[in-house]
């Protein structure tokens, strides 16, 4: 159960890192809606607080000009949420400098009082992270540089290698970061290919900042981009396609973003993906509860047919 007191003073500390803040994001940051907000920003007001509103549907709240108030204490959930993201930034390899870690840490554990002190050196003597970490992580000075890129819609220029071992040149629209499984990803639109493009940032081999702009498409959704594009990532065996006897979204409740994508056709229900990790689509296949059919690659037929005799054989058939 969430206190309402602390929620107030986390309003009035973004208003007071931020210069301006509308109330959509003070909303969506709290997860409340726009009328609590509003019901927050009365109290702060009410309290002497000189917190000013601009008015209208897109109105934004701030602090007046040159008001200050002295550093707040940590809460109990502050301290431990500082303490617990702090562990896992440095467990899961974040790209930043470990000696910053342990000195955030260490700030972290002097302004606090004893009791909170206990509970943060409690969590670091007894949480274990199990993670699987991917060879490579990219600099920490990239992550950085895409991050300003994206929040300021400047053009980068990156030098990318390939998979394959091929490097390339090209100036980049970065339109957001994601980290998912171990890896980052950057995706914009990547003017040498002249389209959308997902590139790993371990990959990235030098980055540049130019002053150039851009205008990032508001609906645009850097995750959902990497996701299908590492779904349809080409393997050896070209594209799986898969026709399902199901309903449309039975099709997609069964698959999710990361594993490919469904489309209706004119008389069945199709899925694709890249011919990647046919072992694991095989093992997926065999676990759905509707009438499936694989059309291509024949080796993913040759790995269902080859689970289907090691079947046979278990049970003496």
């Known amino acids: 159960m969430y206190s309402p007191t602390a929620r107030l003073l986390t309003v009035l500390e973004l208003l007071q890192s931020y210069k301006q803040m509308k109330g959509s994001e003070i909303a969506r940051r709290l997860q409340v809606d726009l009328r609590t907000v509003r ?36 809460t109990d959930g502050e301290a431990i949420a500082l303490t617990l993201g702090l562990l896992a930034i440095r467990e899961f390899h974040f790209p930043v400098d470990v000696a910053s870690v342990e000195g955030a840490l260490a700030k972290t554990e002097r302004v606090m009082p004893e009791k909170l002190l206990h509970q943060a050196r409690g969590l670091q003597e007894s949480i274990t992270f199990n993670v699987s970490l991917p060879p490579t992580r990219p600099q920490n000075d990239f992550v950085t540089t895409l991050s300003l890129a994206v929040r300021q819609q400047q053009q980068v220029r990156l030098r990318y290698a390939a998979w394959n071992g091929d490097e390339s040149e090209r100036d980049f629209d970065a339109y957001g970061i994601v980290f998912n499984d171990g890896y980052w990803y950057t995706s914009g639109y990547c003017h040498l290919r002249q389209d959308l493009r997902t590139f790993r940032l371990d990959r990235i081999t030098a980055l540049e900042m130019k002053t150039t702009t851009f205008e990032r498409p508001p609906d645009f959704d850097a995750l959902e981009h990497v996701l299908k594009s590492l779904a349809l990532m080409p393997g050896s065996s070209g594209e799986v396609i898969i026709r399902m006897d199901t309903t449309f979204e039975q099709a997609q409740e069964a698959s999710s973003r990361i594993m490919g994508t469904v489309e209706q056709t004119d008389d069945s229900i199709i899925f694709r993906r890249g011919s990647q990790q046919l072992e694991w689509v095989a093992h997926w296949l065999l676990t759905l509860d509707f009438p499936v059919q694989v059309i291509k690659p024949i080796e993913l037929r040759e790995i269902l047919q080859g689970f289907a005799t090691k079947a046979q054989q278990m049970i003496g058939k």
């Open 39 to 74: 019901r927050y920003i009365v109290t702060l007001q009410d309290m002497g607080i000189p917190v000013e509103a601009e008015r209208g549907p897109y109105g934004a709240y701030q602090l007046a000009r040159g008001y200050k108030l002295p550093p707040l204490m940590f």
